[in-house]
């Protein structure tokens, strides 16, 4: 049994003042099932990522919602995993859809976070961090992977311009991506000299609060709108809180989920073409460059130094613009990793396509400070 | 809302309160942790915000357990490097609020 991405659909990424949480994943749903081919009666379940729309704006149940926004009354249901809620809802439709049980399957991620200011956001945001022993202390996610960076350069000697590269070249992406929330080029000057947010790193290494919406369509099906199969599919988990870990350099669930899906797709690193990674933070770039084995450990900066990730590269990673300059609405993140390295695979990412014969794209969507990984690996149909 | 609840306050209280070490033995001369990375906060999560900036930091204990906590009394960041030795110290956290509890917990300072 074979599983396909069949149908994308995205919403614009960013302040979207009009759009509710209901609006954002009727367009993109409605999107991924035009571009699938299928009529809406032939969808089995709704698979829906969402981290926080209780807290962010009063609405949870949004497996119901959308369904019922979608006038469907098919199962439905909603996938938390914090940042990586996205990546967990393929993964939950690809094994329903290998149980026999779905055909096709419609997963979409959606955040709404504009309703509310940014430290209220943050305190949401913080949510996913250990509450007793981390957000207590009033620990902000940026300053989670502060530490992480901190660490890194008194053991790596990578320095914040190295760091400022991953950013201006994920906005350099971003300006090729018209679904990006920052369609502007940005220079390390500007990295180094934006304001501090945690000590070492200042806004523009940092993600931005976003609203959008992306979907796909999960099927059993290969036809002439599959995109890509999905080959592996892997989660594994760490602890919660950052200061419980053996090395703070490393995400060691990454490397594990990473290993995992090379193994089960029977490849190896070198084998991806194209990657989407989790840059909630430019160090987190940075990492996932060592753990998933592009770089050698202690040397992910050195790529970067190298300008080896751009698209037009030896190594692309984070061609949408990735968080940084695409926009990060937190559970719809690891769908419009999808739905990037697909346009890739069949060579529609206009204006930042790949050259190639691309084989087989990656995609590295990371919860908390590193407690749920999930590693996708999709191959070209 | 749930911050200001004294059941989760009392719950809590061992291991914020105290690290899960007798007290007499946490705040004596001898006990020194030790610094293994920091951040200075300059965009505070809510409910922080008089405190800002601040320094929140993840530190070794002696018996090889590492904490997340806050570092206090930090005349500059420059005064900060890894692996420099700290004193606990007990502080207020924050308070839930006008009719909240208040929140202690311990901190560390450079010693």
Sequence with gaps: ?381 | MYKKSPAKAKRGYNAKYTLGIDPKQLYSKQFEATLITWSQIDAPQAGFEALTPYYVAIVELPDGRKVTTQLVDVMSEEDLRVGAKLRPVFRKVYEAGSDGIINYGVKFRLS
């Design chain 1, 1 to 381: 049994m074979k599983v396909y991405i069949n149908g994308l659909g995205i919403t614009q990424f960013g302040d979207l003042w009009g759009e509710d949480l209901r609006t954002l994943s009727e367009k993109a749903a409605n999107a991924a099932i035009a571009d699938s081919g299928i009529d809406k009666t032939d969808i089995d379940a709704i698979y829906v990522a969402n981290m926080a729309g209780g807290e962010f704006g009063g609405q949870a149940h949004l497996g119901a919602l959308i369904a019922d926004s979608l006038k469907l009354k098919v199962p439905a249901l909603r996938v938390e995993g914090a940042c990586a809620s996205g990546s967990l809802a393929i993964n939950l439709a690809r094994i329903a859809v290998l149980s026999g049980v779905y055909k096709n399957v419609l997963v979409v991620g959606v955040e709404k976070m504009s309703d509310i200011n940014a430290n209220e956001a943050g305190k949401v945001l913080a949510s996913a961090a250990d509450e007793e022993r981390e957000s207590f202390y009033g620990v902000t996610f940026p300053s989670l992977y502060a530490m992480i960076t901190r660490a890194h350069m008194h053991r790596y000697q990578s320095k914040r311009e190295d760091l400022a590269l991953v950013s201006v070249k994920n906005h350099h992406h971003g300006v090729l991506n018209p679904k990006a929330q920052f369609r502007k080029e940005i220079s390390v000057e500007s990295v180094l000299s934006a304001p501090d947010v945690a000590s070492p790193l200042g806004l523009f290494d940092c993600s931005p609060l976003s609203d959008g919406a992306a979907a796909v369509i999960i099927s059993a099906n290969k036809t002439a709108k599959s995109y890509a199969e999905v080959v592996a599919s892997e989660i594994a988990t760490s602890s919660l809180a950052l200061s419980d870990r053996e090395d703070i350099t490393t995400l060691d669930c990454v490397k594990s989920a990473a290993n995992k899906a090379y193994t089960f797709a029977g490849i190896s690193a070198d084998d991806i073409a194209v990657a989407e990674v989790h840059d909630c933070f430019s160090i987190a770039e940075v990492l996932a460059y060592e753990d998933l084995g592009f770089a050698k450990r202690g040397e992910g900066h050195l790529l970067a130094r190298e300008g080896a990730t751009y698209y037009n590269a030896r190594r692309p990673v984070n061609t949408s613009g990735g968080l940084k300059a695409c926009g990060h609405p937190v559970a719809a993140t690891g769908i419009k990793q999808a739905i990037e390295v697909c346009l890739q695979l069949t060579g529609k990412a206009e204006g930042r396509q790949v050259e190639g014969k691309l084989q087989y794209a990656l995609t590295h969507n990371v919860g908390g400070s590193g407690a749920t990984s999930v590693i996708n690996i999709f191959k070209h149909v």
